[in-house]
């Protein structure tokens, strides 16, 4: 039955972590075509037409220095300026991690020493292991021309878990995320919860009916039926 499978895609989630954040994108700015794009950052890059990224992010123990572990970065891009958006990241209840994220608009990152160079090293990173410099991971031509809403996204992920073993503790496995971007529909819920309300809708709407139907029934007066006998 449809809805039973329906379910059943729903159950993973289920089982899985989240952790969220709710933001408004911020004002389309000018990309200047001249000076090196964002293409040149590395950046995984999520968009509302492709807005799931499935990927390893590395996490870290928390340590004195970082108490919440270690830094990865990426790019919102094409946004609806001033539309609400939920971002989550989601990962397996066997790798215990704690993720926070933080998003941030150009200016923000560029006025705080401590958020470029973070980003910096974390996009050298990236160039070392990614061969990502001749793709563009951008579409740079989009309807709206070079103004674009865009926002960086911070996730500072620690591992949360203990083990003896030394090894682990000084370089735990990567963590299997996925991270999804998804704009809110009028302003009030999240656009990949539509099916889910549309199906609890359904369900109300065919309860209501069903109960009307059952209660015809069993309140139909007995003289009715007495009736039908006798003709
Ligand atoms: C510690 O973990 C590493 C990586 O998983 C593994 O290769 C190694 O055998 C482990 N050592 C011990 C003592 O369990």
Not at 22 to 50: D, G, M, V, W, Y
Not at 65 to 90: K, N
Request: charged fraction near 15%.
């Amino acid at each position: 039955m449809r809805w039973t499978s329906f379910v059943v895609t729903l159950l993973p989630t289920a089982f899985a972590n989240v952790e969220k954040t709710i933001f408004k994108a911020p004002p389309s700015i000018t990309i200047p075509q001249t000076q090196p794009n964002f293409e040149h950052l590395c950046l995984h890059t999520l968009t509302p037409s492709r807005p799931t990224l499935n990927t390893d992010l590395a996490a870290r123990f928390p340590s004195e220095q970082a108490p919440r572990g270690i830094e990865s970065w990426h790019l919102l891009d094409d946004l609806s300026e001033g539309q609400r958006h939920e971002l989550r990241i989601c990962w397996a209840a066997i790798q215990p991690t704690e993720f926070w994220l933080n998003v941030y608009t150009l200016n923000e990152v560029f006025d705080a020493p401590s958020l470029v160079t973070s980003l910096a090293a974390y996009s050298e990173q990236r160039k070392e292991r990614a061969s990502c410099g001749s793709r563009s991971t951008l579409n740079p031509d989009t309807g709206t021309g070079n103004r674009r809403s865009l926002l960086f996204l911070r996730v500072q992920s620690a591992a949360d878990y203990f083990t003896t073993n030394n090894t682990l503790m000084r370089n735990p496995p990567d963590v299997h995320v996925d991270i999804i971007l998804d704009p809110y529909v009028l302003g009030i819920f999240p656009r990949s919860l539509l099916p889910t309300a549309v199906y609890l809708l359904s369900l109300t709407i065919i309860g209501w009916y069903l109960s009307g139907y059952l209660w015809s029934i069993i309140s139909k007066p007995p003289r009715a039926n007495t009736k039908a006998h006798k003709a």
